[in-house]
Each structure stands twice: as structure tokens, then as C-alpha cells.
């Protein structure tokens, strides 16, 4: 019974160029989160969906950012032209969908831009 | 606005010591309230959640939590603590559209022997 899978664990970009961060929910869970974890801060909410829905991006900032969770596969974050403040570590999370809800959390894909 | 707030960055506590890491919340509703747990270079792992009921809440490795709505607060606590219980401490809760989790800070946990 996998938990919530992403990958990959350590990505390194140069600046400029697209980061795209996978993440697998746990069997049975069709709601996704994306959280974003900069040094000495926690975690920020970034976006939810559920299978070829946005639901709440409120969290994304406005460019170069996006996010999908397509009707097969796994859900996708993906960062363009990535610059030195975009290093963090990203973590997703799943649940059910159902309150109260539990959020299952992946072991997060560590993104370093040089 | 909704928020969540460890007062606490950095606590030390001796290997067997009891222990107890403070959370305070904002919020207008009942909170669905949780305690995770980070080791270094590791996901979250969930310790124990509040939704309603009983306001002592029984986790896993020997946690438990106090959701005191008068305070509101949601302290961690552990009677005697292990080594193994260092890591960095993360108390949430749920925003009123139940679309995301507000994390505070977070406290490091450092256990002395």
C-alpha cells in the first residue's frame, strides 16, 4: 500500500530552465496539495485539485508557476525559467477528499536552482 | 485571517524529560486541528489530529495533544522523551474552505542525553 510518491527526490536546475515535479496520491485518494517549503520557514499552501481540476490556486504565485492533475497519471508541478528563490523543498500531499479530511503527505522533491 | 503560531523556534529537552511544544491558532469556527513531524531531509508524518469530541487527542509514538478553545491552543505533549524524537514539530490547521492546511513555523526538537 504505497503512500503518496514523488519524484523526483533531488532535482537541480540552472537558472532559466523548467522544473517539473511529479507527484502519485495514494490509492484511493483523488485530491492533490502542493506546498512549497523555503529555509527556516513552513510549509506554504500552494494549489489543490482534484483529476483535471484547479480548486484553490491561491497559494500559486502568478507566473511561471503552474500545476495539473490530469485524468491519467500523476499530478504535475511545474516551474518555468526557474530563478535562485525558487530553491526549496516542494511536497505534496493527498486525501481522500472526504472531511474530516487526512492529508497524507509525500517525502517532497528538493529543488535546487545554480 | 486564519494562522497558526509556534512560539517556540528551538527546544532543548533532556533524553527522558517530559515535553510539551506550544501551538496557538486563529480561527472563527471549530478548527480542525494537526500535529506533524519532519525529520531532516524527510516528508511530514502525521502525529495526531482534532476534529471534535474529546479534547485530549491520543497520537502515535506516544504524543497526545490538548485542543483548549478558551486559549486557543493545541499544545503537543510527551510524558518522557526518546532521542529518536528529535526532529522539527509542525502544528496546522485547516482553513475554512477545508482546501488547505495553514502550517505555523514549526519547532526544532533537540534531545540532550
Known amino acids: 500500500n504505497a503512500g503518496v510518491m514523488q519524484n523526483p527526490r533531488h532535482l537541480v536546475r540552472r537558472r532559466g530552465q523548467e522544473a517539473r515535479l511529479r507527484c502519485s496520491p495514494m490509492?484511493?485518494?483523488?485530491?492533490v496539495y502542493w506546498y512549497r517549503q523555503l529555509p527556516e520557514e513552513g510549509l506554504k499552501f500552494m494549489v489543490y485539485l482534484q483529476k483535471e481540476n484547479i480548486i484553490d490556486e491561491s497559494g500559486m504565485p502568478k507566473e511561471r508557476f503552474s500545476a495539473e492533475f490530469p485524468k491519467e497519471g500523476p499530478s504535475i508541478l511545474r516551474i518555468q525559467q526557474v530563478v535562485r528563490g525558487d530553491s526549496a523543498a516542494y511536497f505534496c500531499?493527498?486525501?481522500?477528499?472526504?472531511?474530516?479530511?487526512?492529508?497524507?503527505f509525500g517525502s517532497g522533491t528538493r529543488l535546487t536552482v545554480v | 485571517a486564519q494562522s497558526v503560531t509556534q512560539p517556540d523556534i528551538h527546544i532543548t529537552v533532556s533524553e527522558g524529560a517530559s515535553l510539551e511544544l506550544r501551538c496557538n491558532y486563529s480561527y472563527g469556527a471549530t478548527p480542525y486541528l494537526f500535529w506533524y513531524v519532519q525529520s531532516p531531509g524527510q516528508g511530514l508524518q502525521l502525529l495526531l489530529k482534532?476534529?471534535?469530541?474529546?479534547?485530549l487527542v491520543q497520537g502515535i509514538k506516544g504524543f497526545e495533544a490538548e485542543f483548549k478553545r478558551s486559549q486557543s491552543s493545541f499544545n503537543l505533549r510527551k510524558p518522557s522523551v526518546h532521542w529518536s524524537d528529535a526532529a522539527e514539530y509542525f502544528c496546522a490547521v485547516e482553513n475554512q474552505a477545508g482546501t488547505a492546511l495553514i502550517f505555523g513555523k514549526g519547532t526544532t526538537l533537540s534531545v540532550s542525553s
Open positions: 490509492k484511493g485518494h483523488s485530491h
Open positions: 482534532y476534529f471534535s469530541g474529546d479534547t
Open positions: 500531499a493527498s486525501s481522500r477528499g472526504d472531511r474530516p479530511y487526512g492529508y497524507t
